[in-house]
């Protein structure tokens, strides 16, 4: 379940969709689709779940360290920035911050 607080600048992710570490876990923000991360160095991080080569689930993909490599065509980025490593996708994707308040985990949707 979503539970995007009132103003729709942060969505709380719920306890049960806390993906353990090491992996990763697509969530859906209103009509915004969120790669949300469970890196090995225990951080959580957050990407726009949409490849920006033809949109496809960065979450199905391979994580490894701080790449996520597009399942579709082999593009990695950058879960830290969105940054773009390789080819054939040439444009980074959002990245948003995460902060983790009382044990919630909160994705800041805004962007900056
Ligand atoms: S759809 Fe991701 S690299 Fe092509």
Redesign the pocket.
């Known amino acids: 379940m979503n539970r995007p607080d009132t103003n729709g600048l942060h969505f709380v992710v719920p306890s049960a969709d806390v993906p353990p570490p090491s992996s990763m876990v697509r969530l859906i923000a209103g009509d915004l689709p969120i790669c949300l991360v469970h890196a090995d160095d225990g951080h959580f991080y957050a990407i726009e779940d949409r490849?920006s080569?033809?949109?496809?689930p960065?979450s199905e993909g391979e994580l490894d360290g701080y790449t996520v490599e597009?399942p579709?065509?082999?593009?990695r980025f950058d879960i830290r920035n969105g940054a773009v490593l390789n080819l054939?996708?040439i444009l980074p994707v959002t990245a948003f911050d995460v902060q983790l308040i009382n044990d919630d985990v909160i994705v800041r949707l805004e962007t900056t």
């Open positions: 490849c080569h033809e949109d496809f960065l597009c579709r065509h082999g593009s054939p996708a």
